[in-house]
């Protein structure tokens, strides 16, 4: 390396306008920091170095030439995007396990609880006094009565929807009211007996059959009279739990027949009786 030294300097000759300063390769190589000294004078090892750690900023090798590094850049990025993906999977794990972990000791707190209250329980239905029947037996009892409790009826609500229904009807004369209660599988019989006449209620119903007579004066006519009658069976129908059937009209009028003034029924002042049928499901 010496003599190589010496051969530069011979050829490389200070003049007025040049001047040469001659580095040995071993200076060279640890300014710029290559850890391991050139065997020779050659400098491709120094260069590399140099352009590993400096690279330049113009580019000058084509496209093909730099394949091979792309190829590297992609699979470099493609495995620090799986890393990065890797990361947040094994986060999101420890997060659930985390989760999972909790969960499993509030289960476990629950349950405890759940077996002190079960024997604070037991402890109480110790000192009870002794029944003289079985639970199962005493719960069937219970039942039965809630079942007659709620199919037990009263004819209130019939009673206060006819006094509605008689508001402004001052004319209407209710001579008397029969209510019966009719239980659920009578009422089901009584449908399908008069099944033509009368849609079937379902369960228990109960029923009213009014008793009435409309006056209205000798200044009225008979369909002034059947006009305040169908007044008084609209009012009624308005109720959709209702079902209102008319047994006996004001007038006996066969049907295509008209009220005549000669007609001597129809002249006659005397108060017109009616008779109407209420049907209510009970529990509706």
């Known amino acids: 390396m010496h003599h190589a030294r010496q051969t530069v300097e011979d050829s490389c000759v200070d003049s007025e306008s040049l001047s040469f300063v001659i580095f040995d390769i071993e200076d060279c190589a ?32 084509s496209d093909r030439q730099r394949h091979d590094y792309h190829l590297w850049l992609a ?6 995007a799986g890393a990065v993906a890797l990361c947040a999977c094994l986060l999101w794990a420890g997060k659930q396990l985390h989760f999972t972990y909790q969960t499993n000791q509030e289960v476990e707190i629950i349950r405890s609880e759940a077996g002190l209250s079960q ?23 219970i039942d039965r009565y809630h079942e007659l409790e709620q199919g037990s009826s009263s004819p209130e609500y019939l009673w206060r929807a006819i006094s509605l229904a008689l508001r402004g009807a001052a004319a209407v004369e209710i001579d008397g009211i029969e209510w019966k209660a009719i239980p659920a599988q009578s009422s089901r ?3 399908d007996a008069d099944g033509a006449r009368r849609s079937p209620l379902p369960g228990a119903s109960e029923t009213a059959i009014v008793h009435g007579r409309l006056q209205l004066g000798q200044e009225s006519n008979p369909r002034q009279v059947l006009a305040v009658f169908n007044r008084l069976v609209e009012a009624l129908k308005r109720d959709p739990k209702f079902q209102v059937e008319v047994l006996q009209q004001p007038f006996d009028v066969e049907s ?29």
Not at 123 to 140: G, H, K, Q, W, Y
Not at 261 to 278: C, N, T
């Open 30 to 61: 640890h300014r710029c920091g290559l850890k391991a000294l050139p065997p020779d004078t050659r400098c491709e090892a120094l260069f590399l170095h140099l352009l590993a750690t400096s690279p330049p900023r113009t580019q000058f090798a």
């Open 75 to 80: 699979r470099s990025t493609l495995q620090g």
């Open 119 to 141: 024997r604070r329980y037991d402890d109480m239905v110790a000192t009870f006094p002794p029944i003289p029947t079985s639970n199962e037996s005493l719960r069937r009892v």
């Open 189 to 191: 019989t009584a449908a």
């Open 256 to 284: 295509g027949k008209s009220l005549k003034g000669g007609d001597p029924a129809v002249e006659d002042q005397q108060p017109r009786s009616f008779k109407l049928q209420i049907r209510r499901a009970i529990g509706s």
